[in-house]
């Protein structure tokens, strides 16, 4: 379906006052309902944008011609010559103007006007109350002019626009950065202070609506980090939810009614954020970064505060054996796990960036600091008001609601959302600096946003360190993928990837050097089926006729020895075709798609899911149709000779019998084996690299062990009924059948001891994917220690 069509320049939809906040963008005549100014801090000319559109028809606002004649003149106009005579929307189309009017007096000409000198002016402006964002509004602009404002004045002055005032000011980003703080009775809010149950020791820091504190709490005996904020919001009741090793966890909170301010209180993280580490990864040359670089960075921050450094730990000494990339897919697979958890609860956090995230004295990671929203996908209705975080770590659709919400009216923002913030995140502790360029001040959101919308260049990609694992390289560039659909659909299976990048035995099979012999086999997928099966099989089928006809055929009459050599070709001719055909239909999905990836085609996960399971099964199920068959012969060819010859003793049957059941346990064991090993190394990792790791994978993997085993069995049976042959044939009946019996003995030891070596590799590569697909899955595995990562 088509998006509707965007009303004309300098036209609007009939729908009342503008209900959420948009963003700056480059000056222009405004498309819709909403418009917001802002001051270019370069060029001092105001900027325009707009919110998203309402169901109505189109009507002239009369804006456009407003911002073109103060761009011409420069002098204040009537208001009265712009607004449209339709009554039902001259209301919504005064606020856009007032506006408009306001940032070109506050910022431009220095010639201000107040709301309520419009209002005096416009009496129509109090039939109902005031949108709260033109009170925003005019607050903005008067603090962008260097006018003295307390926000408190307009929750007094406004309030019953005072809970919506609050939350713009907070959620803003455009002065997200430059609001400064402001809190109601904020004098004694310092160190060595006491405020209700705390006694607060040191400031950790501040924000723009925010102050954090080390505080001790003298009911429980015990130290907490303490948030002080104004009284807004349901930010306490959403986080109490969150109990995870890897986010802060929140205590409680207490409420001063008589200060107007919230006390979040938490657990205390004393490590430092990842901005510390990123700092530190900049001022190091790279051949000293590495594990020890993240504990380092904590040792120097907990000297900082005075604090002692920790005793050694298993977890210490496990990242400090980390190289570098590996410590980033350490930290990455925690935060990963945490985004799920959050999600499962209905939470985004919407501004992952490294001061968010708090390190224990052991290096573990712990996300802080929720934008909170309390769903798991954001709908935003052409708006920015609902999107927030850092510019430096948004996503696109972020970008793009908050940058151009004409055309961001259908935009859902999700946990895809938080996942591309934590990419940019987790490259910048990679190489040291962001993938992409910082937005330059006063430049439009529609730069970064154009960058992102590139994906990360040959120049980026350049940076990345000489011993980043192409895993990781893989796994952060999804991470990057402009289109939220291409990127890791959740957190778990982003987390199972940055177990796989942490397992040197797993990453290497899901992301071979490039080059290499097994980087390049997966081409040869058909003729290597067809080998692996075919020759086995005529092998046997060799076996079983020479050795049928020298025990039983050569018995027979000449008419009937004819008649089964003609039962033979026939049986042959139609067998080994028809196995072909169905072999290749069964597992046309484990030949056809990981072909297709490799050359850039795209298949839905239900496809790449039955192509995983056919790839993994891809020898299970070519012995499966190869054992169908030779039973088949195992009735077609009695009944032949019940026809051809008029019987044969029973002496003779047990001969035959015997000899099917070894063809058939060559045909079974040896063929699964060969396929499981080449499946196992070169296909099944292509649908891991191109797709998601499920918990459905790691059943399927332990599946395949298990029958692995039940095919060993097979393969060591061969030897022995080819002793038993022997024994049971005895010496009698001639040499040349004890010479083929004998050959089948030692040739049957010589592929079992084959056999045995492909299964202990397909056995130690199938551990390997195992402990990366059942990551996080209730009663799986967990993130790999580096003795697992050493098996």
Known sequence: ?????????????????????????????????????????????????????????VVDTGVGRLVADWEDSGVPSDLRDYLPDTDAVRRAALVELIMVDLAYRWLRVGRPKRIADYCLEFPELLAEPLPPELVYEEYRVRRLSGAEVDPNDYVAEFPYQADRFDWLREHDPRTA?????????????????????????????RGAFARVFLARQRSMQRWVALKISRNVGTEAQTLAQLDHPYIVRVFDQRVLEDRQLRMLFMEYVSGGTLLDVVRRVRDAPPESWGGQLLLDSIDRTLARKGEMRPAESGVRTEIAALSWPETVAWIGLRLAEALEYAREHGVLHRDIKPANVLLTVEGVPKLADFNVSSSDVVSVPGAAGSVAGSVAYMSPEQLAAASAPASAAAARIDTRSDIYSLGVMLWELLTGSRPFADAKAGESLEVPLAQRRRGVDE????????????????????????????????????????????????????????GTVRARLWRWALPVLLAAIGIPNVLAAGYNYYYNKELIISTLSAEAQQ??????????????????????????????????????????????????????????????????????????????????AGGIPLRAYTHLLASLAVCGAVAVAYPYFILTYYSVRCLYPILLSHGEIRSGDGRDIRAQRRLGTRYLAVAASVPLIGVAGLSFVGADRGGAVNVTVRVLCLGGIAAFIGVYQLFRRIESDLRALSRVATLGVPGGGQPPSTSQRNV
């Not at 796994?475 to 990048?501: H, I, M, N, T, Y």
């Not at 990836?597 to 149709?625: E, F, I, S």
């Open 1 to 57: 379906m088509d998006p509707p069509a965007r009303p004309a320049s300098d036209e609007t939809v009939i729908g009342g006052p503008p209900t959420e906040l948009g963003p700056p963008t480059e000056l222009g005549p405004p498309t819709e309902l909403g418009v917001r100014t802002e001051l270019g801090q370069d060029t001092g000319t105001p900027s325009t944008t707009t919110t998203g559109p309402s169901a109505g028809f």
């Open 563 to 644: 008649h089964l050599e003609q039962v033979h070709l026939v049986i042959a001719a139609l067998a080994f075709p028809l196995g072909a055909v169905l072999i290749v239909a069964w597992c046309r999905l484990a030949l056809t798609v990981p072909r297709g990836l490799r050359k850039g085609q795209t298949y839905d996960g239900a496809v790449l899911g039955r192509a995983r399971a056919a790839t993994l099964n891809l020898g299970h199920r070519t012995v499966v149709v190869s054992f169908a068959l030779w039973v088949v012969a195992g009735v077609a060819y009695p009944v032949a000779l019940q026809i051809a």
């Open 459 to 514: 120049e980026m990609l350049a940076r990345l360190p000489a011993d980043c694992p192409a895993a990781l390289r893989r796994v952060l560039l999804r991470s990057l993928e402009p289109d939220p659909d291409d990127r890791w659909s959740d957190g778990r299976k982003l987390a199972r990837q940055f177990a796989l990048c942490l397992d040197p035995h797993a990453r290497d099979l899901v992301d071979p050097r490039p």
């Open 177 to 205: 950065g430059a609001e400064q703080l402001s809190l109601p009775g904020s004098d004694d809010l310092a160190a060595g202070h006491r405020l209700d149950d705390f006694d607060l020791v040191t400031e950790l820091g």
